[in-house]
């Protein structure tokens, strides 16, 4: 069975710039969370979607947001990027919402000029 | 402070010793324990799974729970060069809730 698919794989963007990222989910899986990892606050848990509907969001501002689809597909997307983005984004998926066993893809590592 | 501690390392060792990784967290709600390894430049992968306290075996690797201490270990045994890797303890208060990270532990293995 694939793993998690993340696209694309690395990014380089500057201020102001919005992006979105990409992930799939390991089929049959239903629920994607979005983390944000960085050295100095390690992984931080952005948003959860379940059934096309977010169920938990982190603490980031609303210039992060997200959405899925009808496939399970994600996309999450970052507006008027900061410096402070610069991160990799890592996505992982589960077959229950909030399911403990989740899978991570290998991440998007973006950075902001 | 974050719910989740863990001293980031490094942390070295000769091949065959071995390893043990702790974690402290703040939060008494928390019930569903992680162990996640991840390689340079890939995503974490999970290692080990543990509900409420209690000790769980995998092969070389051992996960601990103390609930009352707060406090979560991982043993790996007879060490490899291969299990050089950063290791990430998370935890959950329950289904339906986001996973809660430690920053990691780098370990190198050295030959």
């Known amino acids: 069975k694939a793993g998690v698919t993340q696209t694309p794989r690395y990014l380089i963007k500057t201020r102001g710039q919005q992006v979105t990222l990409s992930c799939s989910p390991i089929s049959g899986h239903r629920s994607v969370s979005w983390y944000q990892q960085t050295p100095g606050q390690g992984l931080q848990f952005l948003f959860e979607?379940?059934?096309?509907?977010?169920?938990n969001k982190g603490n980031f501002p609303g210039r992060f947001s997200g959405r899925q689809f009808s496939n399970s597909r994600s996309e999450m997307n970052v507006s008027t990027l900061e410096l402070g983005d610069s991160a990799l984004y890592l996505c992982a998926s589960s077959l229950q919402q909030g399911g403990e066993t989740q899978y991570f893809g290998p991440g998007t590592r973006l950075l902001v000029l | 402070q974050k719910e989740v501690e863990q001293d980031p390392g490094p942390l070295s060792v000769p091949e065959g010793a071995i390893v043990s990784l702790n974690c402290t967290y703040s939060n008494s709600a928390f019930q569903y324990f992680m162990w996640y390894r991840q390689y340079s430049r890939k995503g974490p992968e999970l290692l080990m799974y543990?509900?409420?306290?209690g000790n769980k075996e995998d092969g070389r690797f051992t996960a601990q729970v103390d609930k009352s201490s707060k406090y979560i270990s991982l043993f790996i045994r007879d060490s490899q060069p291969s299990d050089s890797a950063t290791y990430l303890c998370a935890m959950s208060r329950n289904s339906g809730y986001a996973l809660n990270f430690g920053k990691g532990t780098s370990l190198l293995v050295t030959p």
């Open positions: 979607y379940f059934s096309e509907t977010q169920r």
């Open positions: 543990t509900y409420s306290s």
